[in-house]
């Protein structure tokens, strides 16, 4: 049964701390977006790719967080220096973009802490 | 203003009733609606998708857009203890999904 895989599944972390945060997209699929939730803003887009390369990164904080796709079965999220601001439940969820299915398969998430 | 809005509830309604979920959106350039549901600890799942106005079915869940009034309900018939989740509408660009605007969900709990 074909998923997304997240790792790690919690992380707590000390502020200015650097945080890695690791995807594995479903085989085949060609798109990978990283999302940001919380409580009041819900799920916020942060990022994704397109055959790993970057198509859209104007959600994310750009002076410390970044993203990439160093292959196509690995999609990494970090924040350097994390803040408490950060915390927040970090999902990454695959598809078949564009003229495939609709649908987004998500991962189980990585649940931030920064204290 | 949010583009996408929804009431979080939390909303408890007991077993065998129709539930109803609702969200306004504010930009009439998009096409695309979803339902996404999610249960605690996991991440969404794609329960139904629609692009045009009207009526959708899938089982006991229908969605319903309204282009004219900017509205998305998603109907929960004979509602059951494993409905109980968070349920999330998204909307989709004009280039189709690939950036979706979610609603902040609302919180559901379905009493045996």
């Known amino acids: 049964d074909a998923r997304v895989t997240q790792t790690p599944r919690h992380k707590v972390t000390e502020m200015g701390q650097e945080v890695t945060m690791r995807c594995q997209p479903i085989?085949?699929?060609?798109?990978v977006f990283w999302y940001r939730q919380t409580m009041m803003q819900g799920l916020e887009l942060l990022a994704y790719?397109?055959?790993?390369?970057?198509?859209?990164d104007s959600g994310m904080p750009k002076d410390r967080f970044s993203a990439e796709m160093p292959d196509a079965t690995l999609a990494t999220l970090k924040i350097q220096p994390s803040e408490p601001r950060d915390s927040a439940v970090y999902f990454c969820?695959?598809?078949?973009?564009?003229?495939?299915?609709?649908?987004?398969?998500f991962g189980s998430g990585t649940q931030l802490s920064v204290l | 203003q949010k583009e996408v809005e929804q009431d979080p509830g939390p909303l408890s309604v007991p077993e065998g009733a129709i539930v109803s979920l609702n969200c306004t959106y504010s930009?009439?350039?998009?096409?695309?609606f979803m339902w996404y549901r999610q249960y605690s600890r996991k991440g969404p799942e794609l329960l139904m998708y629609?692009?045009?106005?009207g009526n959708k079915e899938d089982g006991r869940f229908t969605a319903q857009v309204d282009k004219s009034s900017k509205y998305i309900s998603l109907f929960i018939r004979d509602s059951q203890p494993s409905d109980s989740a968070t349920y999330l509408c998204?909307?989709?660009?004009?280039?189709?999904?690939?950036?979706?605007?979610f609603g902040t969900g609302t919180r559901l709990t379905i009493i045996p």
């Open positions: 969820a695959s598809a078949d973009l564009p003229g495939g299915s609709e649908k987004l398969f």
């Open positions: 085989l085949g699929h060609n798109t």
């Open positions: 790719f397109r055959n790993r390369a970057p198509l859209d």
């Open positions: 930009n009439s350039a998009f096409q695309y």
């Open positions: 629609t692009y045009s106005s």
């Open positions: 998204a909307k989709g660009s004009n280039f189709g999904n690939e950036k979706l605007t």
